[in-house]
């Protein structure tokens, strides 16, 4: 018996992930944008037994999310955006099912989509954790700016 193990990565976005946190620090309104599409990857562990023993097959799951944070000006119909470095990632919703990934990919998919109001309140999180780095790193910027350095 041969033990079977394949990684098999399907990006996927089951429902987009988006927070807004309104940002007053000056005349013009700003809103700091926390975005993140999931990511789902599939591992296929354990084998198929010969007949009239138990199968060890199994499919693990991860959904993950790297979270992007872009600066949106408000009040524009076509809203400029300035793209900041990265937030980070979301601590992922992970799982397994019996059986082979490719028979399991639409249950997986409800779990993951199951599973996106937690992701929601995860980001909403970052966002609340990055408040003061963000105030930090606004007024660093401002008073470059009014300093002409």
Excluded: K
Aim: with cysteine; aromatic share 2%.
């Amino acid at each position: 018996m041969h033990s079977l193990l394949v990684a098999m990565t399907l990006a996927t976005a089951p429902t987009p992930l988006v927070h807004d946190v309104a940002i007053d620090r000056g005349a013009v309104p700003l809103t700091l944008r926390y975005e993140a599409d999931v990511a789902i990857e599939h591992r296929q562990v354990g084998s198929v037994a010969p007949g009239g023993r138990p199968d060890t097959l199994r499919c693990h799951w991860t959904a993950s999310a790297e979270v992007r944070r872009t600066l949106v000006r408000q009040g524009q119909a076509a809203e400029p955006r300035l793209a900041l470095e990265s937030a980070g990632r979301l601590e992922p919703l992970s799982g397994h099912r019996p059986g082979w990934c490719d028979a399991n990919r639409a249950a997986i998919a409800e779990a993951v989509e199951a599973g996106i109001p937690a992701l929601r309140t995860r980001l909403a999180a970052l966002a609340e954790r990055d408040r003061a780095t963000l105030a930090s790193e606004i007024d660093d910027a401002t008073a470059l700016f009014r300093t002409g350095g």
